[in-house]
């Protein structure tokens, strides 16, 4: 359970090379509440992942924020909160700034990773341990996204079953190259009853390292519908999985109306 939490905040930017302009799959006003379980505790936290409309140096930007904590007795024990804001340009979708921020008991990390996509390097800032600060280089066309944001993304690759779509994660600040494959359609308990759904899951390449060398593995449920929807992802690692099960989303508003103009004829 510790693990899930600790690791979405913590896997700040995931990347992938995308489709060029590929708008982040997250519109302003939209919302999603997912309910953390780890073995017999079904409510031992939660993630909470908002988008917002925002401005950066004049610049049109989409703000995702994701909020973890820990719940009830497993809050009781180990006390965690963390928060992820990040900024994608709301034209082309390409991540511009992200920050992390965590408290687990009496220890805390603060980081945050600015890109720049002309000189291909993202300067990665720890506050608290300055000696870890560095300018990472970006793999050719990486597109930075955080972890919760990349699986919600895979709602807008339509992935059919054994079909593949890469991505390029930094976990803390380490580049891992995965490979995200469609498995199979299958049925899951939602709070809204059973519903069908592509179970994606991504598989490190190359030599197995982190989390993975462990046994560590991820996957995501997009609902096989319309809405494709993340309804549920899992986190395994040496100490057991964590399930995390969406129980509330919030749509984004319509688009407002063009207002109605009226003309009238001139009087005679």
């Not at 993304?153 to 779509?165: E, F, I, M, S």
């Not at 600040?173 to 494959?181: H, K, R």
């Amino acid at each position: 359970m510790k693990s899930l939490l600790l690791l979405l905040p913590l896997l700040l930017a995931s990347l992938r090379p995308a489709r060029a302009g590929e708008a982040v799959a997250l519109q302003p006003g939209e919302a999603f509440t997912f309910r953390v379980g780890w073995g017999i505790f079904s409510n031992a936290g939660e993630v909470q992942v908002t988008a917002s409309a925002d401005k950066i140096d004049g610049r049109s930007q989409t703000r995702v924020t994701t909020l973890t904590e820990t719940k009830g007795i497993i809050g009781m024990l180990y006390p965690f909160t963390g928060e992820v804001v990040a900024h994608f340009d709301a034209m082309d979708g390409l991540l511009t700034t992200a920050r992390a921020a965590t408290t687990a008991g009496k220890k805390q990390t603060l980081m945050a990773v600015n890109f720049d996509y002309q000189r291909q390097s993202a300067s990665y800032v720890d506050p608290l341990r300055p000696e870890r600060n560095a300018t990472l280089a970006m793999p050719p066309g990486g597109r930075p996204m955080d972890l919760i944001t990349v699986l919600i993304q895979a709602r807008a690759w339509d992935l059919k079953p054994g079909a593949t779509h890469p991505a390029l994660v930094l976990f803390d600040n380490e580049f891992y190259s995965l490979t995200v494959t469609a498995l199979q359609v299958e049925k899951i308990d939602t709070p809204s009853g059973k519903r069908d759904a592509m179970l994606l899951t991504p598989a490190m390449n190359g030599t197995p390292k982190g989390m993975f060398k462990k046994g560590g593995a991820i996957q995501v449920w997009i609902s096989n519908d319309p809405d494709r929807l993340p309804l549920k992802f899992t986190v395994k690692t040496k100490v057991g999985t964590a399930t995390a099960l969406l129980i509330s989303h919030q749509n984004p508003p319509p688009p407002a109306a063009a207002p109605v103009v009226a003309f009238t004829s001139p009087a005679p």
